[in-house]
């Protein structure tokens, strides 16, 4: 049973490390002027709510399989994706407003918070696998 719940894990978590290289090769676009902003939140928006329910689910997961150190690890992240969906400004288009993207460093903000989300699942990509590889010779 733990190898399946790190398996899932894994594959979750290979899911969520494409969406965060398609954020930045997104927001890069966007940024070298390749693409136009309301063509670039359009796409990214359509991606952040599968953002926010995996890993809320793999959150979850280690809860419930008593996980706690990578539960802990992964609740920040969980919760900062909540919040920022949750908090979006009314009248907005979504997270990703193309009329506010250019405004006050957010494009920077957005790709400094891409960039960190891949650190942390590219880690958490590594524990899971270490995870299946202890599970698997105990």
Not at 25 to 33: V, Y
Not at 76 to 90: D, G, L
């Amino acid at each position: 049973m733990e190898s399946v719940v790190f398996i899932f894990s894994l594959i979750d978590c290979c899911a969520l490390i494409f969406l965060s290289v398609y954020f930045i090769i997104t927001l890069s676009d966007l940024e070298c002027d390749y693409i136009n902003a309301r063509s670039c939140c359009s796409k990214l928006n359509k991606w952040v709510v599968p953002e926010v329910i995996g890993h809320a689910v793999v959150t979850v997961l280690m809860l419930i399989s008593l996980h706690w150190f990578i539960f802990l690890l992964n609740l920040p992240v969980a919760t900062w994706n909540i919040y920022r969906y949750i908090m979006v400004p009314s009248g907005n288009m979504g997270v990703f407003d193309p009329t506010e993207i250019h405004n006050r460093g957010q494009l920077k903000s957005h790709m400094k918070e891409a960039m960190i989300k891949l650190g942390f699942h590219l880690l958490c990509f590594f524990m899971y696998l270490y995870s299946i590889n202890q599970q698997s010779t105990s």
